[in-house]
């Protein structure tokens, strides 16, 4: 263990080493992936119709932490460690610690360890990432369970943050107007839900996660070809990123690119 002023982050080699490894801007970019599957994930539309973390009752909130540290591993293609720190970067133990607001919690094995801490704002859409050593001193005193937060002062002045709210895939359905998407939800059946959305909201991409949990299925590509078919004769297309005609259609009409599993709709020719 490096012997480092727990206040100076310049200082500590292995938050410098793990602060260098993160940065890339693809790397960045893959916490935000891991951060926005895990809360569909949790969220769990296609099978609950729920579209917003805000109705995940408490149990499954506590679980959303280790569902990020997991999917957050993944996309940067770490090893899960079997016992006590989550993974290894640069040769330096890491622990990676989630939260919705900004009250990480640090577990006893992960004092005077390198953390990265991540937070996310589904209303707004963004995501934070920073780098800092749980050094104890840095820390509040324990809670029953012997976890600390993060003292104030520290999180300013210790943590260094390498993404402060960053750009997070937007929920299609959390941020409907309030009004469209109930009309969207009145409808009675899966199909129809996926039909009134590319109706009512165009040119906007719609993940393959909402239409699941518009269609509350898993498998929401034929909602959206049927949707395409029934819209035609209404004057709107429907286009999915898979397909490079579509793509070719999006660049000609100037509307966005879309990812593989991403569709959208429009009136224009």
């Avoid at 296609?46 to 280790?66: C, D, F, I, M, P």
């Avoid at 820390?139 to 210790?158: F, H, M, T, V, Y």
């Amino acid at each position: 263990m490096e012997t480092v002023d727990p206040h100076d982050r310049e200082a500590d080699p292995g938050v410098s080493a793990v602060s260098d490894w993160i940065c890339s801007e693809d790397r960045i970019e893959a916490i935000g992936r891991g951060i926005r599957t895990a809360i569909d994930w949790v969220i769990d539309g296609a099978r609950t119709r729920r579209y917003s973390v805000e109705q995940v009752n408490q149990s499954e909130k506590l679980y959303l932490g280790n569902r990020v540290e997991h999917e957050v591993l993944h996309e940067l293609g770490l090893e899960k460690q079997s016992q006590g720190i989550d993974t290894i970067i640069q040769g330096h133990q890491v622990d990676i610690k989630f939260s919705l607001k900004t009250n990480w919690m640090i577990p006893p094995e992960g004092i005077d360890h390198v953390c990265v801490l991540l937070s996310a704002d589904d209303d707004s859409s963004v995501f934070s990432v920073g780098v800092f050593r749980a050094a104890a001193g840095l820390l509040n005193a324990p809670n029953r369970d012997g976890k600390r937060s993060i003292k104030r002062e520290a999180a300013n002045n210790a943590v260094r943050w390498l993404a402060s709210r960053a750009p997070l895939a937007e929920n299609f359905l959390l941020h409907l107007d309030p009004a469209v998407r109930t009309a969207i939800l009145a409808e009675t059946s899966g199909q129809s839900r996926v039909t009134q959305a590319f109706r009512l909201v165009l040119e906007k991409p719609i993940s393959t996660v909402a239409l699941d949990t518009l269609a509350v299925q898993r498998d929401p590509s034929k909602r959206a070809r049927d949707a395409r078919k029934a819209l035609a004769s209404e004057g709107i297309r429907v286009l999915c990123g898979r397909w490079e005609s579509d793509q070719a259609t999006l660049r000609r009409l100037g509307l966005p690119q879309l990812g593989r599993e991403e569709w959208i709709s429009t009136r224009r020719s």
